[in-house]
């Protein structure tokens, strides 16, 4: 699956350890995992990223911070939110432009008593003014950073990009091997200063294969989606050359599984999906999928959980339904495979 959510009970830091190196990170008192994002209706491939404390060497941009914020006090200790802590959290989210959540009594806690994760909290005080804080966990070899915000009236002392370092720099202390910042999505800017940390030791998620590689092999043409993207294209023009209707869409609901209400329903978690047959109101036809993982085409059936009211500006985008795809039809290696099975009804549809 690309999108899930756990709700483990206990969480032992070797356990954290493995869901972090498995590309999973907290999100209140739970753990999920994404591999696809949708910001101001773009599609993005979201690529989980570490890096390895015992190989980092750190640019000169963490000098002269520190340099520039040396007036300032540090205090790290175990994590215990705090009134001033709320009351700077919220004047952070009135100067942002992205969402977040509307308390850290949310964010770190999502309203629970529950209290799974080791976390700390690194704090920054001009004089008595508290001015930044920042929130990380620890696991038995790994650090995570879960948050960061700051006064926006010291906008200028980069206390975000401050923050992280003053996490690894408490790591590398503990002799931890991985920092672990999240993850970024290739073409979307917000998240691209977390490679800027350390180029030496940066290292991406290929949930492909599930393998860990170096920052410096990236390449931004072979995200997943676009390969996903770019198969499916090619199935469809073959299914239109042979006379069938058919559409690549982008599926609004990818990350539904996310939603606690929602979660353990298997709901249909893929960005991108091509519909055979022409699409009419009301009608849910037989899809594609493209199994990135397998290297092979899938065609499912699926059935609504709930109708939606929807409307898009985008006539590429799918929203009419949440899916859930309960038939696996048939599987083939190729696109041209594919291609014959649509295009010669050899499976039949049932209503």
């Given at each position: 699956?690309?999108?899930?959510?756990?709700?483990p009970?206990?969480?032992?830091?070797?356990?954290?350890?493995?869901?972090?190196?498995?590309?999973?990170?907290?999100m209140?008192?739970?753990v999920f995992?994404?591999n696809f994002?949708k910001f101001?209706?773009?599609?993005y491939?979201a690529?989980?990223?570490?890096?390895?404390?015992?190989?980092?060497?750190?640019?000169?941009?963490?000098?002269?911070?520190q340099?520039l914020?040396?007036?300032?006090?540090v205090?790290?200790?175990?994590?215990?939110?705090?009134?001033?802590?709320?009351?700077?959290?919220?004047?952070y989210?009135?100067?942002?432009?992205?969402?977040?959540?509307?308390s850290?009594e949310?964010?770190?806690?999502n309203?629970?008593?529950?209290?799974?994760?080791n976390?700390?909290?690194?704090?920054?005080?001009?004089?008595?003014?508290?001015?930044?804080?920042?929130?990380?966990?620890?696991?038995?070899?790994?650090?995570?950073?879960?948050s960061?915000?700051?006064?926006?009236?010291?906008?200028?002392h980069?206390?975000?990009k401050?923050?992280?370092?003053?996490?690894?720099?408490?790591?590398?202390?503990?002799?931890?091997?991985?920092f672990?910042p999240?993850y970024?999505?290739?073409?979307?800017?917000?998240?691209?200063?977390?490679?800027d940390l350390?180029k030496?030791?940066?290292?991406?998620?290929?949930?492909?294969?599930?393998?860990?590689?170096?920052?410096s092999?990236?390449?931004?043409?072979?995200?997943?989606?676009?390969?996903?993207?770019?198969?499916?294209?090619?199935?469809?023009m073959?299914i239109?050359?042979?006379?069938?209707?058919?559409?690549v869409y982008?599926y609004?609901?990818?990350?539904?599984?996310?939603?606690?209400?929602?979660?353990?329903?298997?709901?249909l978690?893929?960005?991108?999906m091509?519909?055979?047959?022409?699409?009419?109101?009301?009608?849910?036809n037989?899809i594609v999928?493209?199994?990135?993982?397998?290297?092979?085409?899938?065609?499912?059936?699926?059935?609504?959980?709930?109708g939606?009211?929807?409307?898009?500006?985008?006539?590429?985008?799918?929203?009419?339904?949440?899916l859930?795809?309960?038939?696996?039809?048939?599987?083939?290696?190729?696109?041209?495979a594919?291609?014959?099975v649509?295009?010669?009804?050899?499976?039949?549809?049932?209503?």
């Amino acid at each position: 699956m690309f999108a899930e959510l756990e709700n483990p009970l206990f969480i032992d830091p070797h356990e954290l350890d493995q869901y972090l190196a498995d590309g999973w990170f907290r999100m209140g008192q739970s753990v999920f995992t994404t591999n696809f994002l949708k910001f101001n209706h773009v599609f993005y491939s979201a690529l989980w990223l570490r890096i390895n404390l015992l190989e980092a060497e750190f640019p000169t941009t963490k000098s002269k911070l520190q340099k520039l914020n040396s007036k300032f006090e540090v205090e790290i200790q175990p994590a215990q939110i705090k009134p001033i802590q709320e009351t700077l959290f919220d004047k952070y989210r009135s100067h942002i432009t992205f969402e977040t959540s509307n308390s850290l009594e949310q964010l770190l806690f999502n309203n629970t008593q529950r209290d799974i994760f080791n976390a700390y909290e690194v704090n920054v005080y001009d004089k008595e003014k508290l001015i930044a804080t920042g929130f990380f966990d620890l696991g038995h070899d790994s650090g995570a950073g879960i948050s960061c915000f700051y006064d926006p009236d010291y906008k200028k002392h980069s206390l975000g990009k401050y923050l992280m370092f003053l996490k690894m720099d408490f790591c590398i202390k503990r002799g931890l091997t991985f920092f672990y910042p999240g993850y970024f999505a290739p073409g979307y800017r917000l998240f691209d200063y977390k490679l800027d940390l350390t180029k030496s030791a940066m290292e991406f998620l290929d949930f492909r294969d599930n393998q860990w590689y170096p920052m410096s092999t990236f390449s931004a043409d072979n995200t997943p989606l676009i390969e996903i993207q770019e198969r499916l294209t090619e199935l469809q023009m073959l299914i239109e050359n042979a006379g069938q209707i058919s559409k690549v869409y982008h599926y609004e609901y990818f990350d539904a599984n996310l939603v606690p209400s929602l979660n353990g329903l298997g709901l249909l978690d893929h960005p991108v999906m091509l519909v055979c047959f022409e699409r009419q109101p009301n009608q849910i036809n037989p899809i594609v999928l493209f199994d990135i993982r397998k290297k092979h085409y899938q065609l499912w059936l699926c059935n609504s959980v709930y109708g939606m009211t929807y409307e898009s500006e985008y006539d590429n985008f799918y929203g009419e339904h949440l899916l859930h795809p309960f038939r696996h039809l048939v599987s083939c290696d190729t696109a041209e495979a594919m291609a014959q099975v649509v295009t010669t009804a050899l499976v039949k549809v049932d209503d």
